[in-house]
């Protein structure tokens, strides 16, 4: 077993239980519940082994230093950085976003193993609340870093419960009141590469086990909201029901259709019904729609379109709707002269032949902090083109192709 390969399994082998569900297999590592607290710890554990300057930020993301004690001892535009995220959809899959911060460690393992010299500050991080899955919202901790997302926005989001995101902090033990911009701290990286599974079959498709990311694709999420009228479901004739879950079936194919022509992506796939009765119509159906496209003229004609379905429906059955936007990324270029030189890198250490670069839709804290530090992304092969499940999986030789990449990165980044 190589050193690469025992130092990823070692901390795989320990991260991998946190927050995982019994029954369903899959993660529930929602922002600052127990199993995020746990995979947290496991974080600041992984760094201070290592004899890493362990430091958390004002929005709770974590960091771990090498070579400096404090971000505030960098020179602007000196630190290299890399990681990704800790936390999980709801029954997700054991890759997205551990993948990333496990690979950082081990990573900066193999290059102690090979005796590199560092002369650049060199940083690993695990961004806070990346997948929304609690408060609705994703990337919650870069947004906040780059200014992307007020204080005083954050401050309202709730959860399922009522609970607010402040509340969630300081009942994990963590400050919220200095939530915020941390501009100066981002102002000390020079590059941030953030490794991650690539959740499509672009890679399988080519054979390569690593990509680079070229961009991500525009994307955001909106919240349809139909309004009916409660009755009961044994009593109530057809003709005089104002039925809001036949809107919202309408909704969904018609988002289908739209996407499928369009050549986009369309998807509502969290429901919330009142009063939620078997016997009961519903007196109001709220559905979330996930658009994404690789042009924004497109993903705007597209949630066009099922917003006008969605009218229509509406009107038909006598429904009020009312659409509200939650979150929205424009389409994130990542800087070509950062993304060429991994290829130059990559395609060194390769022996010349040119590693693929390739287009995701999938949404990342490298997308966030594109637009005030210099990023780009590694992308590890995924067999099945799974993600966001349980299913979702990577090749151990894969992995350790992701590692060996991204020290090769890193060397090139960071050492002499």
Known sequence: ????????????RELRPLGRDASSGGYRRHAWTAADVDCRAWFRAQAES???????????????????????????????????????VPDGG????????VSSFAALDELRRRGAEFTAPLALVNFGDEEGARFGLACVGSRLSAGALTPEDARELRDADGITLPQAMERAGYDPDAIGP???????IGAFVELHIEQG?????????????????PHGRWRFDFHGEANHAGTTRLEDRRDPMLSYARTVLAAREAARTAGALATFGKISVEPNGVNAIPSLVRGWLDSRAADQDVLDTVVKE?????????????VDLRVVRESFTPVVEFGHALRDELGTLLARSGGGRPVPVL?????????ILS????????????????SHSPAETAAEDDCVAGVTALADVLEGLACT
Do not use: C, K
């Not at 941390?182 to 000390?188: I, K, V, Y």
């Not at 287009?359 to 997308?367: C, E, K, R």
């Not at 990023?375 to 083109?385: D, I, K, Q």
């Open 359 to 367: 287009g995701t839709g999938a949404g990342h804290d490298a997308g």
């Open 306 to 318: 099922i917003e006008r379905a969605a009218e229509e429906s509406a009107a038909r059955d006598g």
């Open 182 to 188: 941390d501009r100066d701290r981002l102002a000390r």
């Open 201 to 217: 079959r672009a890679l399988d498709l080519t054979g390569d086990p690593v990509g680079i990311a070229s961009a991500i694709w």
């Open 371 to 386: 637009a005030t530090v210099p990023t780009a992304m590694l992308f590890v092969r995924n067999p099945t083109g799974v």
């Open 50 to 88: 290592r004899g890493l300057a362990y430091e958390l930020d004002r929005n709770g993301n974590q960091w771990a230093w090498l070579g400096v004690r404090s971000y505030t001892e960098v020179a602007p535009g000196a630190a290299v950085v890399t990681g990704s995220h800790l936390d999980s």
């Open 1 to 12: 077993m190589t050193g690469q390969t025992a130092s990823f399994h070692t901390m795989w």
């Open 94 to 101: 054991a890759f997205d976003g551990p993948l990333g911060v």
